[in-house]
C-alpha cells in the first residue's frame, strides 16, 4: 500500500513539473524587435536591451534582438554610446515585437538631411567630398602640427570577466575564491555583469617638441595588480600594450590587436568606406555634420560609425564612435568599440581628450561568458607652443622615476576619473589571494598544465613535462626527469639538471648547470645579468634548430624520411649575458665541445690507397661573442622561453665565434662571423609581410662537422626559420647568404569570395632562398685531407652537399586561421631535386594563435 501511494506521488510530481513547465512557457515576456539610427534607418549593432531590474541583451549585426524572461516585466530600457536612451513599456507574460529608433544624444537645433538611398557612389557624393576636406585638413590638425605640445596624461588598462557561470563559481574548486567572484559591476554596461580580475594605472607627464622632433614621457606614477610569481606581471602589461596601442584617427592605419585597421579619415578611405551625410548639428555656436561611415566590405579590417566634423575651416574632428563589424576578419574577437573626444583649442582646432577602447573577447560568438578588455585615456592641462629648454628633451625617450607612485593618496589625488568601488577592490581583492595557500596550489597545477613544470617543495620544480617520454631511431624508447631551483632557494644561485636514458643505445644522457645572478634577480626575468655553467652529455640532431620548445619534445619525435643522422656530444659551457637599457644585449661565452658521430654519420679521410681512416671523435674549444639589438621589444616572459611580441621594430643579432687549437684538446683554429636581421612590415589591408637575411662566413680549414650545417626540418609542423623540405646534414657551407620571406595576407582575398568569406580563412605565401659555397680547402671533392661527406649505406651515394652554382629555393603557399588556430601549408622545393631521399612537394602544418 505504501508503495503505491509512493508511486502515486511521484506520477504527480512528474504531472506538476511538466505542467509547470508547460504553463511558464506560455507565460515567458518575450520582445524582439531591431533597432535603427532614426535619421539613417541603418541597424545598429551592440545596443544593449535590458529587462528593468534583469539582464539583457545585444542586438546582433543587423539590429535585431530577441530577450526573454519567465518574470513578469513590464519595462524595457535601450541604451547605446552616443545616443539618447529609451524606456519603453511593454506587456508582462506576453510575445511581442517592439521596433526601436534611435536619436543622436548629443544634438543642439538639428536640422535634417535627408538623403536617398540608391546605389552608393563616391561620384558627386557630398559626404565623400566632405571628408576629402578633412582628408585635406589632416596635417593641420594632427597633434605634430604645433611646434610644442605639452599634457598630462591618464591611462587604465582593465581586464574583466563576463557573465560567470554559475556552476564554475559555485564549484568546490573555487569556493575559497568567493570573495573575489562576487565583485561585480553590473552598471558598468546594461546587461552584462563584470568581474574585474586584472587593473593597471599609470599617470605621465608628455611634452613634444617639433624641430628637432622629439617626444619624451615622464612617468609619474604606476600601480597594478600583482599574482606574484606564476604571472608575468610586465609581460602580460607589454601584451595589453600591444593590443590596446594608442589610437589616433589622423593616421591613416589605427593599430589595434595586432592588426591594423583603415582610419576612417584615411588618405584612401573613400575607397574603403561608404559615407553618408545624416544630421547637421549646432553645438556651443559650433556648426558640425554628422556623418555616418561604414565598410564598402563587412570583412575588411575597418570600422562603421559616426563622426562630427566642424565645419569652422578646419574640417576637425570634435566626437568619434565606432565599432567593427562581425564580419570582419578577427578571432576571438565579439564586440569591439572606440569613442573619442576632442577639446576645442584656444586657437579654434580641436585636440582629443579622452579615447576609451573596449574589447570583448569570447571562444565563439554565442559564447555565455568572454574577457572584456578596457582601455580608457584622459588627457588635462594641454598647453601648446610653450618652448620648454633642450634639457627637457635630453636622454631616453621614457624615463620613470626610481619608485613609482603606489600610494593611494597619491592616486585619489591624480587620477583623472575616480575608480568605482568594484575597481578599487580588485587590489585589495589580487593581494589576498595570492597569499593564500589554495591559490598557490591551482596556480601550481596550472602551470605544470600550461608550462610543463610543477613545484616539487618550495625550492624546486621539476620539468618540463613534454621531455619526459620521445623517442628516435638512435635512442629508442627515451625517458628524461630533471627539473630546477626556484628563486626560494636562493636568490642569486639558480641550478638545473636533468637525467635521460635511452632504451636501444642503452646510453644514459645527463645536464648539469650553476647560474650566478649579479642582479640577484631571476635569471629568467629582464634585465638579465648572469653568469652560467653547464655540462651535457646528450644527443643532438646536427641542423636542426628549434625555438621555444625542448629538442626532445614529445611531439617533434614524429619524422619524416631517414632520420639516422645523429651525434653524440659532451659540451662544456660558460656563458656571460648582460642585458642593457635600449634594449641591448651581449653575451660573451667559452664552449668546449666533443661530438661523436652516431647513426649513419661518420667522420673519415683517405689515409693512403685509398683506405678510409674513421675518425672517432672531434674536440673544439670556441671563445664566442653575440650583441642583439632590439628596439622597442616586448615580449611575454614563460617558465623557459621568452616569447617575442611582435612590433614593427627590427631585430639585430651580430655573433662571432673563435676555435682556438690546443686549449683543452681543441683540434682547429677557425672564426666564424654570422649576422641576422630580422623585420615585420605592416601593409595595411594587405596585411604584413616578415623578412629575415642573414648570412655568414668561417675564415679558416675545418672539417665538414664545424662547417655552418643549414637549418633543415623533417618533421611535419611548417618551422618559420628552417627549410622544410631540406634533410638533416643535407647542405653545409663556410659562406653563406639567405632571405625568409613570409606574407600574411590576413584573408584580403578569400574575404571576397561568398563562400569562403564566412570562415575565415587567411592566406599565406612564403618564399626562402640560400646561396652559399665552400672554398676548395674545406671541399672534400678538391682537398683529400679534409673529412669525406657521408654516404648512404644502402647506395654508397653522398647525403651531405654544398651549395655549388644554385641556390637551394623552396616556397609555399597556405590557408591560415583553420579553427582559428591551424596553419596548413603546400611547400615545393625547387632546387637540388637528385638527391636521394628527397621529395618535391610536403604538407607542412602550425598552430598559430593570433587574432
Avoid at 520582445?31 to 529587462?51: C, E, N, R, Y
Avoid at 596624461?153 to 560567470?164: A, D, G, R
Avoid at 600610494?407 to 578599487?424: G, T
Avoid at 679558416?700 to 631540406?726: C, D, E, W
Amino acid at each position: 500500500m505504501n508503495s503505491i501511494e509512493g508511486d502515486s506521488r511521484r506520477i504527480l510530481l512528474l504531472v506538476a513539473i511538466f505542467l509547470g513547465s508547460f504553463l511558464t512557457s506560455f507565460s515567458q515576456t518575450i520582445v524582439k524587435g531591431t533597432v535603427k539610427d532614426a535619421i539613417t534607418k541603418q541597424p545598429l549593432q551592440s545596443v544593449s536591451i535590458v529587462f528593468k531590474g534583469g539582464r539583457g541583451v545585444t542586438t546582433n549585426d543587423s539590429g535585431s534582438y530577441t530577450i526573454a524572461s519567465n518574470q513578469a516585466y513590464n519595462t524595457i530600457l535601450v541604451s547605446y554610446v552616443g545616443y539618447k536612451p529609451v524606456t519603453k513599456t511593454i506587456l508582462p507574460n506576453r510575445e511581442q515585437v517592439v521596433d526601436l529608433e534611435l536619436v543622436v544624444a548629443d544634438t543642439k537645433n538639428t536640422v535634417v538631411v535627408h538623403s536617398k538611398r540608391g546605389k552608393y557612389s563616391n561620384k558627386n557624393n557630398p559626404a565623400v567630398d566632405l571628408i576629402r576636406k578633412v582628408i585635406d585638413n589632416k596635417t593641420n590638425n594632427k597633434v605634430t602640427s604645433y611646434d610644442f605640445v605639452e599634457y598630462e596624461q591618464y591611462e587604465k588598462v582593465e581586464l574583466s570577466l563576463t557573465n560567470k557561470p554559475e556552476k564554475v563559481a559555485n564549484s568546490k574548486l573555487l569556493k575559497n575564491f568567493q570573495f573575489v567572484l562576487d565583485n561585480r559591476d553590473t552598471s558598468k554596461i546594461e546587461g552584462k555583469s563584470l568581474l574585474p580580475v586584472y587593473l593597471e594605472e599609470k599617470l605621465s607627464q608628455k611634452y613634444y617638441r617639433r624641430k628637432p622632433e622629439k617626444e619624451k614621457t615622464y612617468i609619474l606614477g604606476e600601480k597594478k595588480v600583482n599574482y606574484g610569481e606564476y604571472v608575468d606581471q610586465k609581460g602580460i602589461s607589454s601584451f595589453l600594450k600591444r593590443l590596446y596601442e594608442g589610437v589616433d584617427i589622423y593616421q591613416n592605419n589605427v593599430s589595434l590587436l595586432t592588426n591594423q585597421f583603415i582610419s576612417p579619415i584615411a588618405d584612401l578611405a573613400p575607397t574603403f568606406y561608404r559615407f553618408y551625410i545624416t544630421d547637421t548639428v549646432e553645438n556651443d555656436g559650433i556648426k558640425l555634420i554628422r556623418l555616418s561611415f561604414a565598410p564598402k566590405n563587412p570583412t575588411d579590417l575597418v570600422f562603421k560609425g559616426t563622426m562630427f566634423v566642424t565645419l569652422d575651416g578646419n574640417y576637425s574632428v570634435q566626437k568619434i564612435n565606432m565599432s567593427i563589424s562581425k564580419n570582419a576578419n578577427l578571432n576571438w574577437v565579439r564586440d569591439l568599440r572606440i569613442k573619442q573626444d576632442f577639446e576645442k583649442g584656444p586657437d579654434g582646432r580641436y585636440h582629443v581628450i579622452s579615447t576609451n577602447t573596449i574589447t570583448e573577447f569570447a571562444l565563439t560568438r554565442g559564447a555565455s561568458g568572454g574577457i572584456l578588455g578596457e582601455r580608457t585615456v584622459s588627457l588635462k592641462n594641454f598647453a601648446v607652443n610653450k618652448p620648454a629648454a633642450d634639457s627637457l628633451y635630453a636622454g631616453d625617450a621614457v624615463v620613470a622615476t626610481a619608485t613609482p607612485n603606489t600610494s593611494d593618496s597619491f592616486w585619489i589625488a591624480h587620477r583623472h576619473p575616480q575608480l568605482s568601488a568594484v575597481e578599487a577592490k580588485v587590489y585589495t581583492n589580487i593581494d589576498s589571494l595570492q597569499n593564500m595557500k589554495s591559490y598557490k596550489r591551482l596556480m601550481d597545477w596550472g602551470t605544470l598544465i600550461l608550462a610543463g613544470y610543477k613545484a616539487a617543495g618550495p625550492d624546486y620544480e621539476i620539468g618540463p613535462a613534454n621531455a619526459f617520454y620521445s623517442f628516435n631511431p638512435v635512442e629508442g624508447f627515451r625517458l628524461r626527469v630533471g627539473g630546477r631551483t626556484t628563486p626560494n632557494f636562493n636568490k642569486s644561485i639558480y641550478f638545473e639538471n636533468y637525467v635521460a636514458y635511452g632504451f636501444k643505445d642503452e646510453k644514459w644522457k645527463y645536464f648539469v648547470a650553476g647560474t650566478y645572478s649579479f642582479n640577484h634577480k631571476s635569471i629568467y626575468g629582464y634585465p638579465l645579468n648572469y653568469l652560467k655553467l653547464s655540462y651535457q652529455r646528450d644527443t643532438k640532431i646536427p641542423g636542426q634548430e628549434l625555438q621555444f620548445v625542448q629538442e626532445d619534445n614529445f611531439l617533434l619525435s614524429f619524422k619524416r624520411g631517414n632520420n639516422d643522422k645523429w651525434l653524440y656530444n659532451n659540451i662544456f659551457k660558460a656563458e656571460y649575458v648582460r642585458e642593457f637599457a635600449k634594449n641591448i644585449a651581449v653575451t660573451v661565452g667559452f664552449k668546449n665541445w666533443k661530438q661523436t658521430p652516431a647513426g649513419s654519420i661518420t667522420y673519415s679521410k683517405p689515409e693512403g690507397s685509398g683506405v678510409l681512416d674513421n675518425i672517432p671523435n672531434v674536440t673544439t674549444s670556441e671563445i664566442s661573442g653575440e650583441i642583439r639589438w632590439a628596439p622597442h621589444e616586448q615580449f611575454y616572459q614563460g617558465k623557459v622561453y621568452r616569447t617575442p611580441i611582435i612590433n614593427k621594430y627590427p631585430i639585430f643579432k651580430l655573433r662571432y665565434i673563435a676555435g682556438i687549437e690546443g686549449l683543452m684538446n681543441g683540434q682547429y683554429n677557425y672564426q666564424n662571423l654570422n649576422l641576422n636581421i630580422y623585420k615585420r612590415f605592416y601593409l595595411s589591408q594587405l596585411g604584413y609581410t616578415d623578412v629575415t637575411m642573414e648570412g655568414g662566413n668561417i675564415f679558416g680549414k675545418v672539417p665538414f662537422p664545424l662547417l655552418t650545417i643549414h637549418r633543415a626540418n623533417q618533421t611535419y609542423a611548417y618551422m618559420q626559420n628552417s627549410y622544410n623540405m631540406m634533410n638533416f646534414m643535407e647542405f653545409v657551407s663556410d659562406h653563406y647568404a639567405a632571405v625568409n620571406v613570409d606574407h600574411y595576407f590576413n584573408g584580403f582575398f578569400f574575404n571576397k569570395i561568398p563562400l569562403l568569406k564566412k570562415l575565415k580563412l587567411r592566406e599565406v605565401v612564403t618564399g626562402k632562398l640560400l646561396y652559399g659555397g665552400l672554398r676548395d680547402e674545406n671541399n672534400p671533392d678538391k682537398n683529400s685531407e679534409t673529412f669525406r661527406f657521408p654516404t648512404d649505406n644502402a647506395t654508397n651515394l653522398p647525403t651531405t652537399y654544398s651549395l655549388n652554382n644554385q641556390p637551394y629555393a623552396e616556397v609555399s603557399v597556405g590557408v591560415g586561421n583553420i579553427f582559428k588556430l591551424l596553419r596548413v601549408d603546400l611547400v615545393k622545393r625547387l632546387t637540388y631535386l637528385d638527391h636521394p631521399n628527397t621529395t618535391q612537394w610536403g604538407i607542412r602544418t602550425l598552430v598559430k594563435f593570433d587574432f
